[in-house]
């Protein structure tokens, strides 16, 4: 709007002051030109009860916002666009009405996202701290957005919202066995162990070839245990800042020991305990030392708090954490034998249009050293086929042994170059015999 057609408006408003279109018009256009000493005197002769249109009304709260009076501009954001909900966030976080705020902010971006405000976001998002002063000066206030022991927490440690159990996990028998022994009946018997000075809680390391079941082992023993499962994600621990991964890795234990029974599961565990002997950076020993210090540290109190890690590299693990107490229980997740296969193939099967030609048993036998990945590759690599098939025929084509035999030439077994590593260290590195399920896996097998 140029000068002319403003002054024009202003000259119009005083001839009609009870014009509040008008008034509206002008109030948008002072806040467009940031002349909050003009807006507060044109708003100071609107008369707000006769504001009826809900723009109007959300204009005139804008200005009453911009001229610093959000209790005024609070009353008149009754209405129920995501427009109006932005301003009304806005004048909450005014008045401190953090939550209030946040809650109108969400629905206003959930209706409308292009309404997204990243400066209101992050204001509503921030902290503020209060740091002691020297005496006799006044306390600093200091706004912060690193909420590593609150916000991030919550961010990074969200409950599975699905409960597993081990009927979910195909095969893997003698694992669940193992588990239910040394992890699940401390939970559910914890009278009998406390009688006999035995803690739940403590720390178990499954190892084993990528794609084993190793992170559903984890889900599922969770909802055995019916205890809190939180899945650490390893790249949010770790912080480019000098000190903030410890900071993190610090509060999310201090988080699972409050909600206990708890279970924090580390997937890719490697990436947080490799050998301190092999680091070439002070900080990566530095965390180490932290991981160590929160699983048996001399003021930490763990009870009710198992920690899972899974790693496809156990050797690449510090020895350190193997010690009694930390990750005292290391079980070999191998890769499934032929009931196994079986069984995960039935699941994966399950709800398909399969053919009554096909023999499970048949393709269990065919697919040794698959591990369940590769198997539920297997599967769909074999309904890209039939999906095809009813594409060119124009009607549904079942999963049918062709596809599953086609399936076979393309997919390979991914786990015998770990096996052939594994070997090497279970007979060459096999001091405290941490590998022996290994080497009797092996053997039995006749990979060894």
């Known amino acids: 709007m140029d000068d002319s057609t403003f002054e024009a408006l202003r000259a119009a408003l005083a001839q009609s002051p009870d014009n509040t279109k008008l008034a509206c018009l002008l109030a948008r256009e002072l806040l467009a030109r940031k002349d909050t000493d003009a807006l507060r005197e044109l708003l100071d002769g609107v008369p707000t009860n006769a504001l009826s249109d809900e723009g109007d009304r959300r204009v005139v709260a804008e200005g009453l916002l911009a001229v610093g009076k959000p ?95 081990f009927a979910d996990v195909g095969g893997l028998s003698a694992v669940k066995k193992q588990i239910t022994r040394k992890i699940i009946l401390p939970y559910k018997k914890p009278s009998v162990f406390q009688r006999f000075r035995r803690r739940s809680g403590g720390g178990i390391l499954l190892y084993g070839p990528p794609g084993c079941g190793k992170t559903l082992l984890a889900r599922a023993t969770a909802g055995e245990c019916n205890a809190a499962f939180f899945n650490v994600a390893i790249s949010d ?164 042994r062709d596809h599953l035999n086609t399936a076979l030439t393309e997919v390979a077994p991914t786990t015998l170059e770990w096996l052939t590593t594994a070997r090497n260290y279970a007979r060459y590195a096999n001091e405290a015999g941490q590998y022996d399920e290994v080497l009797a896996f092996l053997e039995r097998h006749g990979k060894a």
């Open 237 to 400: 621990v770790l912080d480019m800042y000098i000190g903030e991964s410890e900071r993190k890795l610090h509060a999310l234990f201090e988080n699972a020991r409050s909600k206990a029974p708890a279970i924090l599961f580390f997937d890719e565990l490697e990436a947080l305990a490799g050998k301190r002997q092999y680091t070439r950076e002070a900080t990566s020993s530095k965390l180490v030392s932290q991981f160590l210090s929160e699983m048996d540290g001399f003021a930490q109190n763990n009870s009710g708090v198992l920690i899972l890690g899974a790693t496809n590299v156990p050797w690449a693990v510090d020895a350190a954490f193997r010690r009694p107490g930390r990750f005292d229980r290391m079980l070999f997740v191998p890769p499934p034998d032929v009931e196994a296969r079986a069984e995960i193939l039935r699941q994966l099967l399950l709800e398909r249009p399969v053919e009554n030609q096909v023999s499970v048993a048949l393709l269990a036998k065919r697919t040794s050293g698959f591990s369940g990945a590769d198997l539920k590759n297997l599967v769909e690599s074999a309904v890209d086929e039939a999906i095809e098939a009813s594409l060119e025929r124009g009607r549904e084509v079942p999963v049918s």
């Open 71 to 165: 209790e005024g501009a609070l009353s008149l954001l009754d209405g129920g666009s995501a427009e109006t909900k932005l301003v009304r966030a806005r004048a909450l976080c005014a008045l401190g009405k953090r939550v209030e705020a946040n809650q109108a902010y969400a629905e206003a971006v959930e209706e409308n996202s292009a309404l997204e405000d990243l400066e209101l976001k992050a204001t509503l998002g921030a902290v503020i701290k209060e740091i002691a002063a020297a005496p006799g000066r006044p306390a600093l206030r200091v706004i912060s957005n690193d909420d590593t022991d609150a916000t991030e927490v919550h961010r990074l440690l969200v409950p599975e919202r699905e409960r597993m159990t």
